[in-house]
């Protein structure tokens, strides 16, 4: 069982290989209107058919769990998802953010050098 963002990130760079080649093909011509939002078009669909529903929580995540040839397989669940942000302030200080599913995050202030 393959993790659907590594299955999805397979199909999109097929598209773009797909899109690069045909922009070759007709030597070296841009992509008309039509043919971008075609492939745009294919490129939604493909997604989304290749989509999975990712669990909301651990027990919904166990109840999805797989073992093939001896390998254990599991979709992280949304409940430990942690997302980072990053932000300016107004003196130029960034600020980073880590915040996890149920809301609750720490921030860190940042300093940020352009010197190398």
Not at 8 to 28: I, N, R
Not at 80 to 98: E, I, Q, W
């Amino acid at each position: 069982m393959s993790h659907p963002i590594i299955k999805t990130a397979c199909v999109v760079a097929g598209f773009a290989v797909a899109a690069l080649s045909a922009t070759t093909a007709h030597a070296g011509q841009p992509l008309t209107m039509k043919q971008k939002n075609d492939l745009a078009a294919a490129m939604a669909s493909s997604y989304q058919a290749n989509s999975q529903i990712v669990p909301k929580t651990v027990a919904e995540a166990e109840a999805g769990l797989t073992v093939s040839g001896g390998v254990v397989s599991l979709d992280i669940p949304e409940e430990l998802h942690n997302y980072l942000t990053a932000s300016p302030d107004a003196k130029g200080n960034m600020h980073v953010r880590d915040t996890d599913a149920t809301g609750s995050s720490t921030a860190a202030v940042v300093e940020v050098s352009n010197e190398k």
